[in-house]
């Protein structure tokens, strides 16, 4: 009987394991992918690494720059944080103004 219910018991017991550097490396590039297809910038790309946020939160978030298309902007470079979703695989953008260079 003990054999049963340690055996029943096993079976409920969820593990968590670890993604593979595969699996994180395929969800970066559907990260970039999402947030370079919703970011408003002509020649956009990824400034560094993304910061990835613990599962509870469920979001990572990416730094995009490029050049603002509208021409009164007169290709002034401009920065976007893209907040990506892991679990609904969904990249949103906001203007982020990272200071003078």
């Not at 730094?63 to 401009?78: A, D, W």
Request: hydrophobic share 40%.
């Amino acid at each position: 009987m003990l054999r049963l219910i340690l055996l029943s018991l096993s079976l409920l017991t969820v593990s968590a394991h670890a993604s593979t550097p595969q699996a994180w490396s395929n969800q970066r590039q559907h990260m970039l992918k999402a947030c370079l297809a919703i970011s408003q910038f002509k020649d956009a790309h990824a400034l560094g690494k993304p910061a990835e946020f613990d599962d509870q939160v469920g979001y990572s978030a990416l730094l995009i720059e490029g050049t603002y298309p509208q021409k009164h902007m007169q290709n002034r470079i401009g920065t976007e944080l893209c907040l990506y979703d892991r679990q609904r695989q969904q990249a949103f953008v906001t203007d982020w103004e990272v200071g003078k260079r």
